[in-house]
């Protein structure tokens, strides 16, 4: 039992979910994750790039610096012949500058002195130039626009600096400097003089007698090679800027032609949905989508359908209501249009009783009719409550008892448990009355109508049979019609034909249906059927 009410809910859940993943929802999701998405983690991917070449640039520097420290180091103090021999050794190879310091601060041997760099020693300014993004159309537009926001935001200008930070004829004093002398490593970053990059430094103690530091190592280099790696990502991040404004330019006119023009063509195919007389004279397009536009247009199509329905109604209502009134009309009108002509007084009481019949059928008419009427108008403001058929049906049946034609008598099968539905008692109890009225007005003197309550799944079941003739075979569909009804001999004279009409219309408004048969062994039964309360 668990088992199959867990897969129910499973199943619903599953089907729940498919109807929310559809394709409108899916194509605005896939619009906002493009929208905003992709350039958002490109210029997160361009920060952590930058970061990691900066590091990866600092540890190059670091190593360089820690082997030229280590082939320097002496119990003595540093020789200066000594320094330059090394960094003349490495032949200009290294990618970073190395200057040789020593215990006071002041510059023994810088490499930048020994010569031009050798070939592939690092890119230059002028090499990086050959191939600069920068010269690519893209990157120079999306340049200029970053530009003029930083203009129009009041960002700060670039930062250049107009002589370097450290000269040989001074005393180096800088902070990482000062950390590789105390024999801890120092680093330090500064804006590149005469450019738009930065220059890291770092230091390294050079070890001497009982591992204390007798200079320092200074390794510097600049960021200028890294930026053209950089700017080939800015370009690269651009042109998926670019892209995912394309995509959504794309998707914007996909989204409009698949939502707003249907929509739009919705709307007038609404405002065109009744002429000036308030007939239909259109039905809604697109209901074939499998798509909340094909939901809408369906749910429409339903509501013009039964608006089509409810013109329906009134119209065939008012012809049945003229039709209805025309004959005890027109015999009103006869009779007293001989009442006129005769003289002898016996003539003039058959006409005027006559007269009087056919006003009281009038009567009962317009009753009728204004019961419809009401009930189809105000049956959903009646105010609606748990009531207990078992219950009301006994009481009701007590009371109906005390007014029973000559001859006929009621029986009556109600279960014990009590049979709750949301009704109104009085609608209720007219639906009771219009049914054994009916049952009484065929059963035959000596007999007795039959009512039964039970429960059939999750309704409850009410059941009037009489041991009249019963339904003709050919009536069976027309038994709920308005001003429907069969009558042999001159039975038909004092009834409507609305009595079953109200019951149908109530049950109906209630959200039960109604069915209607002949039984075994002779006689006509109706039925009711009303959803329970959980």
């Known amino acids: 039992?668990?088992?199959?009410?867990?897969?129910?809910?499973?199943r619903r859940w599953l089907t729940g979910w498919h109807r929310r993943l559809s394709k409108i929802w899916i194509r605005l999701l896939a619009f906002n994750v493009l929208l905003l998405f992709l350039p958002a983690a490109g210029v997160l991917y361009l920060d952590t790039f930058e970061r990691q070449l900066l590091e990866a640039q600092e540890q190059s520097m670091v190593q360089q610096g820690r082997i030229l420290a280590a082939a320097l180091a002496t119990d003595t103090e540093l020789d200066p012949a000594q320094a330059e021999r090394i960094l003349v050794g490495l032949n200009q190879r290294v990618t970073s500058r190395l200057r040789v310091i020593d215990g006071e601060g002041r510059l023994l041997a810088d490499s930048s002195r020994l010569g031009p760099r050798a070939p592939g020693g690092g890119s230059t300014p002028e090499a990086l130039a050959q191939e600069d993004p920068r010269s690519n159309l893209?990157?120079?537009?999306?340049?200029?626009?970053?530009?003029?926001?930083?203009?129009i935001t009041g960002g700060p200008g670039s930062a250049s600096e107009e002589r370097e930070f450290y000269s040989a004829e001074k005393i180096f004093d800088g902070p990482e400097i000062t950390a590789?002398?105390?024999g801890r490593y120092g680093a330090a970053t500064r804006v590149t003089a005469g450019?738009?990059?930065i220059t890291l430094f770092s230091a390294i103690p050079i070890p001497g007698d009982a591992g204390e530091p007798v200079g320092a190592v200074l390794v510097s280099q600049s960021t200028f090679r890294l930026l053209g790696g950089i700017y080939e990502v800015r370009l690269a991040v651009f042109k998926v800027f670019v892209g995912s404004v394309v995509a959504a330019v794309i998707l914007s006119l996909l989204l409009g032609g698949t939502i707003a023009r249907p929509l739009t063509l919705l709307g007038n195919e609404a405002a065109a949905l009744l002429d000036r007389r308030g007939r239909l004279t259109g039905r809604f397009g697109g209901w074939r989508r499998q798509d909340e536009i094909g939901d809408l247009a369906r749910t429409l199509e339903g509501m013009a359908r039964r608006l089509e329905e409810r013109i329906g109604f009134m119209e065939s209502f008012a012809a049945d209501v003229s039709h209805e009134f025309k004959n005890p009309l027109a015999s009103i009108r006869t009779a007293t249009e001989l009442l006129a002509e005769v003289e002898e007084p016996a003539q003039r009481r058959r006409f005027l009783r006559m007269v009087e019949r056919d006003v009281a059928r009038l009567e009962r008419l317009l009753s009728a009719v204004r019961e419809v009427s009401l009930i189809d108008a105000r049956l959903?403001?009646?105010e609606v409550e748990p009531v207990d058929l078992s219950a009301l049906l006994a009481r009701w049946?007590?009371?109906?008892?005390?007014?029973?034609?000559?001859?006929?008598?009621?029986?009556?099968?109600?279960?014990?448990?009590p049979l709750r539905v949301q009704a109104n008692a009085d609608r209720l109890s007219q639906i009771f009355e219009n049914l054994l009225d009916n049952a009484f007005s065929f059963a035959p003197a000596g007999t007795r109508v039959e009512?039964?309550?039970?429960?059939?799944?999750?309704?409850?079941?009410v059941r009037v049979a009489d041991?009249?003739?019963g339904f003709p075979p050919e009536h069976l569909d027309r038994i709920f019609q308005r001003f429907f009804s069969y009558r042999p001999a001159q039975k038909g004279r004092d009834h409507t034909g609305l009595g079953l009409a109200i019951v149908k219309a109530i049950v109906e408004g209630y959200g039960g249906s109604v069915e209607a048969g002949n039984r075994e062994g002779g006689g006509a039964q109706v039925g009711v059927r009303l959803p329970l309360l959980v």
Not at 141 to 149: N, P
Not at 398 to 407: D, F, K, N
Not at 451 to 461: N, P, S
């Open 451 to 461: 009512v039964t309550l039970a429960r059939q799944g999750d309704e409850a079941l």
């Open 1 to 10: 039992m668990s088992a199959t009410f867990s897969g129910s809910k499973l």
């Open 397 to 417: 049946l007590e009371g109906r008892r005390l007014r029973l034609p000559g001859g006929v008598t009621i029986a009556s099968e109600l279960p014990a448990q």
């Open 380 to 382: 959903d403001e009646d």
């Open 180 to 182: 590789a002398l105390a």
């Open 195 to 197: 450019q738009r990059s």
């Open 467 to 469: 041991r009249g003739p």
């Open 138 to 151: 893209l990157y120079r537009f999306g340049a200029s626009l970053f530009r003029l926001y930083d203009r």
